[in-house]
């Protein structure tokens, strides 16, 4: 028997989520058993450990979209026994049970070798944010980004995948201007390598111009609506933004003025069903350009008996830079 995260939803179809012992047995069918170290917290997180979002399908259920840890046993010939893996994306965690378990089993598809340079836990720190973070600034320089063109802007930037983005951006040289609607988070954003601090008023209007000043090199958004809608209107000539989230809502009251007079980019992040050699590239990339000790600083460790909590803050934008869960502790 080992510990585990479990949801369940009564008659009345309200959730609730408790540590709980579960076993090998209980777990569902697949190649790899994982025994899990650490875990983090995503705002999909939240919707499962809570209300389901609708991402959860059958309930009893157990949470958690990423997870790093050590094989423990392997139908499949890529992985053996005492590798290092880790796992994000794939609907693991929401329709699949997840990481916020001592043992998971899951496809030996979804794992990813764990990169040199990166232990566990520094794999969790980043997790899904800090992976969708890089595959955002890959995106970016993939279409032409490169330091010296100008400010980057990355909204949402206390958050998980603003914090990542911002402290690679900044390590790779980039001027960074981080969005955010907490003051006082100001000097956790400086502390990551934003050299502009931009109050989320002064940009969440949506204005009547469909352009203003070429002002952004670069963005990525964690926002969407009319944040992003307003960011179209003030990139350079030829400039990309990486969509990569909608805290701000799924709506886009644009123009295409800006991608027919401005040839400026929106290009989609996705992180969930990225193919297998990306996944190893951008993990390789994070191993490299993310600055350890940037990432130490955005930790918050937690147990699997704080998630019930922390998936209720998360729903309410309270959780600052990255949660690591140790579900061993």
């Known amino acids: 028997m080992f510990n585990a995260l479990v949801v369940n939803k009564n008659e009345d179809g309200k959730t609730s989520a408790a540590v709980s012992q579960i076993s090998l047995d209980d777990l569902p069918h ?11 917290v995503n ?12 991402l959860v399908r059958n309930y009893p259920h157990v949470p958690g979209i990423d997870f790093a840890g050590t094989v423990e046993s392997s139908e499949d010939a ?4 005492g590798d290092k893996v880790v796992l994000t994306g794939w609907r693991v965690g929401e329709a699949h049970w997840g990481g916020y378990s001592q043992k998971a089993r899951v496809k030996a598809d979804w794992l990813v070798p764990l990169p040199e340079g990166l232990d566990t836990r520094a794999a969790m720190a980043v997790g899904t944010a800090g992976f969708t973070a890089m595959l955002a600034v890959m995106a970016l320089e993939d279409h032409g980004l490169k330091p010296g063109h100008g400010p980057v802007l990355v909204t949402g930037a206390a958050g998980g995948v603003g914090s990542v983005a911002t402290a690679i ?13 907490r ?6 954003l400086k ?10 008023e002064d940009i969440n209007e949506t204005v009547k111009r469909p352009l203003e000043g070429e002002t952004w090199a670069g963005c990525v958004d964690a926002v969407g609506g009319a944040m992003l809608a307003r960011v179209l209107g003030q990139m350079k000539y030829g400039a990309s933004v990486a969509a990569v989230g909608l805290a701000g809502g ?15 980019n929106l290009l989609g992040i996705d992180s969930v069903m990225q193919p297998y050699d990306n996944r190893v590239r951008a993990w390789a990339r994070i191993a490299k350009d993310l600055p350890m000790d940037k990432l130490d600083a955005m930790v918050q460790p937690a147990t699997l008996g704080d998630l019930p909590q922390l998936g209720k803050d998360i729903l309410k934008g309270q959780v600052k830079g990255r949660v690591v869960v140790d579900v061993n502790a």
């Open 183 to 188: 003051p006082e988070t100001a000097d956790y």
């Open 30 to 40: 697949a190649e790899v058993t994982v025994a899990v170290e650490y875990s983090t």
């Open 169 to 181: 951006l900044a390590h790779l040289g980039h001027e960074v201007a981080g969005v955010t609607g």
């Open 250 to 264: 799924a709506d886009l009251p644009a123009t295409v003025i800006p991608f027919l007079l401005r040839g400026v």
């Open 191 to 200: 502390s990551l390598g934003a050299t502009q601090i931009v109050a989320r």
């Open 43 to 54: 705002y999909k997180d939240g919707l499962c450990i809570g209300p389901g979002g609708g």
């Open 78 to 81: 890529r992985y053996k026994l």
